[in-house]
């Protein structure tokens, strides 16, 4: 469904409210390619071509809220929806009053257009196979458009597009030795993808040495942006919503209490204006370009979704409490030189199955996994056997970092739940004096 597609089916649906009703309309369409590569071969492929309406009926303060999915025909959309909106209506009387219905009552518009450069799938994929030859490639391709749209009868008038491609993938030596990568983003580079599965070929080169066992303790170590990524996804656990904050609940509440902090080098953002995220609530709030929530390693700002704003008093600032467009600031650490600022200890490729150990101090225990290597005097020695790490973050964001790379990448999202998520993060490595490796 297009824009004005949206825009008359909704205007068809207001015509039916009665006495004081409100109506939010919100669309999600989705047009997506998937391809599942197995032994650098295509396995299966397939294309998502849906599209869904919700609807948000409010009368005084009370709402009630349904979807349904949308044809693309106008005549059979508009019974649809008329349907839903009954049902609605004989809802929403019995359900309780809401003490947190919080909605713009403003009107307001915006449109937003994202990557215009996205990758024939067909081409893209040709590509990747032709350079993964003599690879076990095993991984999944998925691009397309996501659109997302809002309209009230209060008078909003919101609309994004959001094209992009991800690739996710490992490449396998045997057994449970494998080295993985991603590439996402807006435009297709062959060169980018290139260079990734060169580090790939050394990555498993290595990963045919025998494999070193190290001793539980402290080691000097890098950590590539994918392991940041898995640091920076706990914050999303109540590390920066606004009702985990005021009821104490936060793993940040150190931070927020001044008792704690982190490297002044360390800044976090919500990045709203580099993602690939809407601006715009569902309740029809407009959110600003960027969100500070750790500025020089002191808590900023907290994500403030509709609700939260209503119970607390707060403008609106997100969608939700979590970040969707997450931003770490870059350093000074040039690429070429991490090997050589770390000396000997370890290189983290991969963090995996993160959780929280002691949230009262920001500690978070994990593994390392896909590509963690021993580094003596600069050079790459040997694959490190699977440890488990338990540290805090006011140590490997605070007191043990040693730096923070210049460049930056964009890690985007795989997850296909529903519809393709529109999450990404812009990531620099870090290098650290020290994680704590338990077992």
């Not at 825009?7 to 989705?30: D, I, K, M, T, V």
């Not at 019995?94 to 947190?100: I, M, S, T």
């Not at 080691?219 to 590539?224: C, H, M, Q, S």
Request: overall charge negative.
């Amino acid at each position: 469904m297009n824009q004005e597609s949206f825009y008359r089916l909704a205007s068809r649906l207001f015509e039916q409210l009665q006495g004081a009703e409100h109506l939010f309309c919100g669309l999600g369409c989705e047009s997506s390619d998937f391809v599942r590569l197995n032994q650098n071969r295509i396995r299966q492929a397939g294309a998502v071509r849906s599209a869904s309406l919700g609807l948000n009926l409010i009368d005084g303060d009370r709402q009630a809220q349904a979807s349904c999915d949308l044809s693309g025909n106008l005549d059979e959309d508009l019974v649809r929806a008329r349907h839903l909106l009954g049902r609605l209506r004989e809802r929403i009387v019995h359900v309780p009053v809401d003490p947190y219905l919080n909605f713009s009552t403003e009107p307001s518009g915006s449109e937003r257009w994202v990557g215009n450069d996205l990758p024939d799938a067909r081409a893209a994929v040709s590509e990747v196979i032709a350079a993964g030859t003599g690879l076990d490639l095993v991984g999944i391709w998925a691009s397309g458009q996501v659109q997302e749209g809002l309209v009230s009868s209060i008078g909003h008038r919101h609309w994004y597009e959001g094209r992009s491609f991800n690739l996710d993938w490992s490449c396998y030596l045997e057994a449970d030795k494998a080295v993985k990568a991603g590439y996402s983003g807006l435009t297709w580079e062959p060169a980018v993808l290139a260079g990734k599965l060169a580090q790939m070929r050394q990555g498993l080169a290595v990963m045919g040495r025998p494999a070193r066992t190290i001793a539980p303790g402290r080691y000097r170590a890098y950590l590539t942006p994918s392991a940041v990524a898995e640091l920076m996804n706990m914050f999303a656990w109540g590390g920066f919503d606004l009702k985990s904050q005021r009821t104490r609940q936060t793993p940040l509440l150190k931070l927020v209490r001044g008792e704690r902090a982190f490297d002044p080098r360390v800044s976090i953002r919500e990045e709203p204006d580099r993602g690939l995220t809407p601006t715009f609530t569902p309740e029809g709030f407009t959110t600003p370009d960027r969100v500070t929530l750790i500025e020089a390693g002191r808590f900023g700002h907290c994500l403030v979704d509709a609700r939260d704003a209503k119970e607390y008093g707060e403008p609106v600032n997100a969608a939700g409490g979590a970040p969707q467009s997450v931003g770490l600031d870059p350093g000074e650490l040039a690429q070429s030189e991490r090997l050589t600022r770390l000396d000997t200890g370890l290189w983290i490729g991969n963090l995996w199955y993160c959780n929280w150990s002691d949230p009262n101090d920001c500690r978070v225990t994990g593994m390392t996994r896909f590509g963690t290597w021993w580094v003596e005097h600069g050079e790459i020695v040997s694959p490190v056997k699977v440890m488990r790490f338990d540290d805090s973050l006011y140590h490997l964001l605070g007191d043990r970092l040693e730096g923070l790379t210049r460049e930056r990448e964009l890690l985007m999202d795989p997850g296909t739940y529903e519809r393709r998520s529109t999450e990404s993060a812009l990531l620099p490595g870090i290098l650290v004096s020290g994680i704590e490796l338990a077992l």
